[in-house]
């Protein structure tokens, strides 16, 4: 048994409202929280929960991480970009071209997302939330495969993507060139123990896979209730919270 990607997690400066924006997107169900900020549950058993948390730090770069919301045909995707405005997001210009097809968009907060046209075959099987598409590397992609004991099930030309073996959204990373991280992540995510094991040994697992220990201004008591911050490969902070 491996960590459980219990949560991905979003800093945000109105976690109530950016719940908001996206259980109206997704359809997802808001959730009691354990700490404090809000959380949605996916509307079916093969994705994992997303988490809004505060935080006072302002965006100032295009996050590692986005969605990629797919579509069955064009007047589905049409009506996803009409949902998303009306509750509240914004078309932003990243470089795309008029021929790639998808929608960008920022969220209220400015986190970025794409809406993309139908037919992707990539995604096919993946449902309305197809993607988190990740600017990394391959050897992020390989860690993130063994620490949740996720299948790979794209290797190729340095990019990688991983699926639960339930289903559900895949986790993909681009490959080089991987942009610079000048700041702290806005989005990460959150691990739990798996049932029945301390975390302490899930985390010297997580570090012998290439994990690091970092501070980020954390509490650095050894409150057991306290969540452990940790390092991916590329330096991406992750939560290893208490075992549930």
């Given at each position: 048994?491996?960590?459980?990607?219990?949560?991905?997690?979003?800093?945000?400066?109105?976690?109530?409202?950016?719940?908001?924006?996206?259980?109206?997107?997704?359809?997802?169900?808001?959730?009691?929280?354990?700490?404090?900020?809000?959380?949605?549950?996916?509307?079916?058993?093969?994705?994992?929960?997303?988490?809004?948390?505060?935080?006072?730090?302002?965006?100032?770069?295009?996050?590692?991480?986005?969605?990629?919301?797919?579509?069955?045909?064009?007047?589905?995707?049409?009506?996803?970009?009409?949902?998303?405005?009306?509750?509240?997001?914004r078309h932003i210009d990243v470089g795309?071209?008029?021929?790639?097809?998808?929608?960008?968009?920022?969220?209220?907060?400015?986190?970025?997302?794409?809406?993309?046209?139908?037919?992707?075959?990539?995604?096919?099987?993946?449902?309305?939330?197809?993607?988190?598409?990740?600017?990394?590397?391959?050897?992020?992609?390989?860690?993130?495969?063994?620490?949740?004991?996720?299948?790979?099930?794209?290797?190729?030309?340095?990019?990688?993507?991983?699926?639960?073996?339930?289903?559900?959204?895949?986790?993909?990373?681009?490959?080089?060139?991987?942009?610079?991280?000048?700041?702290?992540?806005?989005?990460?995510?959150?691990?739990?123990?798996?049932?029945?094991?301390?975390?302490?040994?899930?985390?010297?697992?997580?570090?012998?896979?290439?994990?690091?220990?970092?501070?980020?201004?954390?509490?650095?008591?050894?409150?057991?209730?306290?969540?452990?911050?940790?390092?991916?490969?590329?330096?991406?902070?992750?939560?290893?919270?208490?075992?549930?």
């Open positions: 048994m491996t960590a459980q990607l219990h949560a991905l997690c979003f800093d945000a400066h109105d976690p109530g409202r950016l719940a908001e924006f996206w259980a109206g997107v997704l359809g997802f169900a808001p959730v009691e929280d354990p700490g404090p900020g809000f959380a949605l549950l996916p509307n079916d058993d093969t994705g994992f929960r997303l988490r809004f948390v505060p935080s006072t730090e302002q965006k100032t770069v295009p996050n590692q991480a986005h969605f990629d919301l797919t579509s069955t045909t064009a007047e589905t995707q049409q009506e996803t970009v009409a949902r998303a405005l009306a509750l509240g997001a795309q071209t008029p021929e790639e097809g998808h929608t960008v968009l920022a969220d209220p907060e400015g986190n970025e997302f794409c809406v993309l046209p139908a037919g992707n075959r990539f995604l096919a099987d993946c449902g309305f939330l197809g993607a988190l598409a990740c600017d990394g590397s391959q050897k992020v992609g390989y860690f993130w495969s063994k620490a949740l004991d996720w299948p790979l099930v794209w290797d190729q030309d340095e990019e990688t993507a991983i699926r639960s073996p339930h289903g559900g959204p895949k986790v993909t990373w681009g490959g080089p060139p991987v942009a610079p991280k000048p700041a702290k992540n806005r989005l990460h995510f959150d691990l739990i123990p798996p049932p029945g094991a301390d975390r302490r040994s899930e985390v010297d697992r997580l570090l012998r896979l290439g994990a690091t220990r970092i501070d980020i201004g954390q509490d650095q008591s050894d409150d057991p209730a306290a969540p452990l911050v940790l390092a991916d490969p590329d330096g991406n902070e992750f939560c290893v919270l208490p075992a549930h």
